[in-house]
């Protein structure tokens, strides 16, 4: 309690400020308490901040209020230089509507029907291609990530006999994970590629039998194995719905089916979750 009103005697403690004219008249002295001083040098920071933000706000609402000028101006702009365009444009097609040239030639009317802004003309198209471009580019990425991306049945008029996870072993009878999906349908029926791709293997492959592998990029692959036959080579390219081997039941297989796997980032995922519709 002692050092609160310790505080607040050194709080309320006057401090004379003494104004000296350079004049002949007698000087003022004005008496102000401590927190009196405190508190005006505060309000003058809080004062000195608000005006600035207010600054700043009307800097930067002008300086948008330029850009919609700018804006509004081009697009005027534009707009009469299309208008100019258009109008050209439908002169052209009377006059080539005529037969002969003795036709076009006296249909033709040389008065001045407005000036083209060239050099605006060529800088709008300039920023025309310039995002028609990048529209291209994102499309293009798109498109690569779009027929890189497992779809659809390996096998047409195939069923799922095992699906993708834990399971008992179809020969051993231990339980295992099974990292794809057993899909049975008749012998000889066409295994094909369920996104575009490259073969990076096509051959024997022990337990998997005749085994194809796919490489598609953006960190797709996809195996397909116990073929009875193969239809393509390593380095190879395919498309999706591309032959690449034949139903069998070569290697550990009970019955002729399609082992399928598909691969992301080396990590297996369900495939399942890819067999939207019929490749």
């Known amino acids: 309690m002692h050092r609160i009103r310790t505080?607040?005697?050194?709080?309320?403690?006057?401090?004379?400020?003494?104004?000296?004219?350079?004049?002949?008249?007698?000087?003022?002295?004005?008496r102000v308490p401590s927190v009196g001083i405190l508190a005006s040098i505060i309000l003058w920071f809080i004062g000195t901040v608000y005006v600035?933000?207010?600054?700043?706000?009307?800097?930067?609402?002008?300086?948008?209020?330029?850009?919609?000028?700018?804006?509004?101006?081009q697009f005027i702009e534009m707009k009469s230089t299309m208008m100019a365009l258009k109008k050209a444009e439908a002169?052209?097609?009377?006059?080539?509507?005529?037969?002969?040239?003795?036709?076009?030639?006296?249909?033709?009317?040389?008065?001045?029907?407005?000036?083209?802004?060239?050099e605006s003309l060529k800088q709008e198209i300039k920023l025309s291609m310039e995002t028609i471009g990048e529209i291209k580019d994102y499309l293009s990425q798109q498109h690569d990530l779009y027929v890189s991306t497992p779809k659809g049945?390996?096998?047409?008029q195939g069923h799922i006999t095992s699906p993708f996870g834990g399971r008992d072993h179809p020969r051993s009878g231990e339980y295992q994970f099974h990292s794809g999906v057993d899909i049975a349908a008749e012998p000889g029926r066409p295994v094909k590629a369920t996104a575009d791709g490259i073969v990076s293997f096509s051959g024997w492959s022990g337990g998997s039998g005749n085994l194809v592998a796919l490489e598609h990029g953006f960190g797709y692959s996809t195996y397909y194995a116990h073929n009875k036959m193969l239809a393509v080579r390593v380095g190879?390219?395919?498309?999706?719905?591309?032959?690449?081997?034949?139903?069998?039941?070569?290697g550990n297989?009970?019955?002729?089916?399609?082992?399928?796997?598909?691969?992301?980032?080396?990590?297996?995922?369900?495939?399942?979750?890819?067999?939207?519709?019929?490749?």
Request: proline content about 5%; overall charge positive.
């Open 7 to 30: 505080v607040l005697k050194k709080a309320f403690t006057p401090i004379t400020i003494m104004l000296i004219p350079h004049t002949n008249r007698k000087s003022l002295s004005i």
């Open 153 to 156: 049945w390996p096998v047409d």
């Open 236 to 250: 190879q390219k395919v498309k999706r719905g591309d032959i690449i081997g034949y139903i069998g039941s070569t």
């Open 52 to 73: 600035f933000s207010i600054a700043i706000d009307a800097l930067e609402y002008e300086r948008m209020k330029q850009k919609l000028n700018y804006y509004s101006s």
């Open 253 to 279: 297989s009970t019955g002729p089916h399609v082992h399928y796997e598909v691969w992301r980032e080396s990590k297996p995922m369900n495939p399942s979750n890819y067999l939207e519709g019929r490749s």
């Open 91 to 118: 002169e052209f097609q009377r006059l080539f509507s005529f037969k002969s040239k003795e036709k076009v030639l006296e249909s033709l009317d040389t008065s001045d029907t407005g000036s083209i802004d060239m």
